[in-house]
């Protein structure tokens, strides 16, 4: 390095580089960090969980350690009648989301309406928590933030989990993992692009949509329907168990992968589930030598073909 | 190999991690177009192996796309690094030890990384899938010791000046491990929502845009001069071509999110970097173009010219793409569908294949002292490699075409998929072909090594005639 010009040459490097680094990342970061999520944003990551990817808890992406999302119309402290709720259960030893981690990410006022009204600091993940996603007007904005219904109701996960039936409990955060894992992203977005793209597959995102949420798999390759309000054209869960099992079974000209090994080896019922005959009898079907395709089994609530079809029936 | 991982350094002969380097590439370049062909056919035909966990598309896809950028092309540059650097600064290589040890761990990190993609361990963002103790392995046992590597065999060269291929080797080693740092620190430290999309999409363009196209262009600045005799037509203009690579291929990234709801700023930002993309872009085919000037008959004749030469061309079309398809103006009907995975496949298996192909093809030769076993096989290999991507560029094209129509005049769905039915198999013949000609590629260089020509002392290898 005996040259002059590479001296200068290298701190041109380090300031042509540094500005762009500076540009690329300082100015972005410190510009979305302001963002303040929106309610939406709070009912994803609740339902998510603290990560939808590769974790400590969950290292083989099998949706473990993860939170129940149930709907309850009584409240399981007092048992009396409440309007329809959302609750977020988190048993003990599931990991909080970020925003209750590190409540900064949810902007100014959110962060501070959650820690004082809803007091998420009194959370303990050793312990479980309930969650749930409220609104306040203040000065004519609506606020949302999230309360700890343990602290400020006295629910406690066991006792959400009594009120809630099978039909009401959705295994959201289960479900995003099989979304990640299975790939169902590298063909069907999250992301409507613009123009009639909207018109089509609904609104676009909006900026506080997302605080709290990771991976946010946008998707960048879409061979098949956008899926971010899915749940809001099709809720059939009919339709989304046949289609998970053998598309071809509801949409003959689908090139969607069968995702049949995601029922297990035994349905609800706990009969074994016999993929063999199944698909000797579909085969049949196809040939014209039977005249309806074969029953498809009914996953059991542990399953993770549950756990998916919950996921993508409350993409809204 | 083994043998020389415990040997004294002195030992070991020169070009011998550059030679396993060199093999392992071709592997790796066998497993990932394999792996593309097979996901191919699946979209093609959709009962075509199904109900397996392991083998079902979502499982796979990750693996053929990480499979090809850091076996293939990236083991291709290490190997074109461990025998350029050291020619361009008339020495040896820093460390020949290191540099085994490097292709070994190489070979086993992504190995092991890629396996543990495939069972389905992924981080859920694109092109940064590995799971984060692979992410940490690929920078400190694999990126770190080849940027040593290579700023030491620079530093202590035995010629005055750095010729502008090491500038490129240099500089790019140092930004990809920024690139990777950076780029996955989402999973590090946790960040989430925008930040995470678009630090997805910031590693994602900078992975292409400051490792594999910068790198790829120092490969053809070594052998186009080298091979032809010629010298550069212009070093003012590979100034032009280093610098604006720096400053404007390293601010784009935010164009590969332009309707997601990021700040307005940084997407006008981006999209205006975008298309200065095509300052470094003409500065580096003129550049090249006109080094071939009055040697155009090795175009035809000369195997690591017809590669290298091709790749350089592709880089037209390529960056008449990538400049203009992400401004907003284009970006919205063409986002998203096949005509992006066309222009991906542009950039990694036309442009950037071809040259590395020629890198591979004259290091192996050099350092194995051996001619090339036969060139009508080189020739199978390249319009295999040609025809093959251009079947697949052109159908997945007018897919994308398609795709975007059907998206504008909202077109059921399902009414895509099945017009784009045909193209999709022709995707999976094209993809197909280049599998096969890599296969012919692996015996080619094989039989190279066991029975080609001895090359004679201060000889090189395109002094000699092909015989086959």
Redesign the interface.
Known sequence: ???RE?TIGAR??GL??G???F???Y???T???N?SVTEI?LHR?LGFG?????SYED???KGEAKPQTVDITTDPKTGASIEATRAYVYQAGVPFP?GIR?PI?LGEKPEEKSKNVGKISQADDTQGAVFIVREIDEGGETIPFIENATATRGWTPADVMKVATDENTYHIGKGKIMF????????H?L???????W??FGA????G?????????????????DLTHVGSRNSSREWMMMHFFN??LV?P?????????LWGENDASGTPIN?DQW?TEYNQYVANERVYPPEVPIPAAESEARALIDFVLNLK | MFKYLFAKNEDIPPGSAAIFFGFSSILWFIVGTGLGSFNAA???F??FV????ML????M??VHVLAVILGWISMAFAMAMMYITPALGNTKLWSEKLGVWNCFIWNLGLGLGLTLLW????????YSDM??PIDLAIIFGILTPLCLNVAMTI?TRRT???YTTNWFFG?ATF?VI?VFT?GNS??FF?????????L?W?FAHNVLGLWITPVAAAISYYIVPKVTGNPLYSHRIGHLHF?SV??FY??P??H????????E??KS?ASVEGVLILVPAIAFVSNLLLTMTGKWKMFVENVEIKFTITGVLMAIPLNMQGGFQQTRAIN?YI????W??AHAHLALLGFSTFLEAAAVYYGLQTLLRRKLYSLALANFHFWMLLVGFTTYWISMTIAGLI?GAG????VP??DV??AE?PY?IARWVGGTMVFLGNCVWLFNMWKTMRQGTVIPAGRLPHELAYER
């Not at chain 2, 590969?256 to 700040?263: C, F, G, R």
Request: hydrophobic share 40%; with cysteine.
């Open positions: 390095m005996a040259f590479y041109m490097f042509a580089f500005t762009s680094m540009i690329t990342l100015m972005p970061a510009d979305i960090r963002v944003g990551q603290r990560v939808g990817g590769f290292p083989f992406l970020n590190h990410i990640v894992r299975e790939g169902c992203w590298w063909c977005t992301l409507p692009e613009q123009t009639q793209d018109q089509y676009p995102p909006m900026l949509d997302f605080n709290g949420e990771s991976p946010t798999a946008f998707g960048s390759d879409r061979k098949a329907p598309p071809r949409q000209h689908s090139i969607m992968p069968r995702y049949d090994y993929y698909r | 699946k979209l093609a959709p009962d199904t109900g397996i966990e079902s598309f979502g499982h896809r990750q069972f389905g361990m992924s981080s859920g963002r694109e799971i984060w530093k005055q000046g750095i500089a930004m920024i950076v989402p999973e946790q960040l989430t929502g925008l930040t995470e999309a678009y997805t910031w610098w720096v400053v390293s601010t990234a935010a590969h999110l332009m309707s997601s709801p990021l700040p700023w940084l930002f919205w986002h998203g569908t096949g992006i995975v795709q998206k504008i005049y909202e769905y399902i998929v099945i039915h999709m």
